[in-house]
């Protein structure tokens, strides 16, 4: 666990500056990065140690159980640790409130993850709330070795479950990239910017319910993640690079 020590004469000088230049606040304080699409963003949350959000329309989430640690650059400070622990004081980070329509033509989420172990299974990396809306899942016990998704309407039965393509190299301690696309009826998933895997199904047309989300468990007691967690970004629209 890395601890994050503040320069106090820095911070005071961040202060003095939000006193002085406070129409100019949100440029001092933190910026999305030049990389980040920022046409359709909903949120993006860079998980330096809170679920804070960089788009303008300020959907922060709540961390619970989790801490800080260096993000894929080895900044400090700069991503978010999961604990892996169930049925009670397992690490979870919940949108409070922020949704989006489970039936919306299209959207993109992206996260990044980095495994601890390879023992877990089934280790919830994205989950809508309803349950059974949009699944993203590592090492799932009816996939092991494979990042899969499930497909459903959130507020009935999942439609399509455990689907994934070949990667099933993953290594603990290495980052990885995670985007999933919905664009009309198709849904695809991508690893490390490669197509793994793309299923059309034309039910999902029907969809029409808003669903909240979270990151690491399908609750605060079941299938949390162990490992760190960082950039998560979710537009309204298919991206296309």
């Known amino acids: 666990m890395v601890t994050c020590k503040k320069n106090l004469g820095l911070k005071n000088i961040y202060i003095l500056l939000l006193v002085v230049f406070y129409s100019f606040s949100s440029d001092l304080i933190a910026q999305i990065p030049s990389y ?21 329309n300020n959907l922060n989430g709540t961390c619970f159980n989790t ?36 039936g919306q033509n299209a959207y993109t989420i992206n996260l990044w993850f980095k495994p601890n172990n390879l023992t877990q299974v089934t280790r919830c990396l994205f989950n809508t709330d309803p349950h059974t809306g949009i699944g993203i899942a590592f090492n799932d016990n ?9 497909i459903g309407p959130a507020n009935a039965f999942w439609n399509s479950l455990y689907n994934h393509g070949s990667f099933n190299s993953f290594q603990p301690n290495v980052w990885y990239c995670m985007t999933f696309v919905k664009n009309g009826s198709d849904y695809s998933i991508y690893i490390n910017g490669a197509l793994e895997h793309t299923i059309n199904l034309p039910i999902s047309t029907s969809y029409n319910f ?4 979270r990151l690491s468990g399908i609750s605060d007691l079941y299938q949390i993640f162990d490992g760190d967690l960082d950039d998560f970004g979710f537009w309204n629209r298919a991206l296309t690079q």
């Open 67 to 102: 801490t800080s640690t260096s993000d894929r650059f080895g900044n400090p400070c700069s991503a978010i640790a999961c604990n892996g622990t169930e049925l009670g004081g397992g690490s979870t980070i919940v949108s409070n409130g922020a949704s989006f329509n489970i």
């Open 210 to 213: 808003n669903v909240t989300w």
């Open 36 to 56: 980040v699409p920022t046409s359709d963003l909903l949120c993006w949350w860079p998980l330096n140690g809170n679920a804070d959000d960089l788009s303008q």
């Open 142 to 150: 009816n996939a092991p070795g494979y990042l899969v998704y499930d």
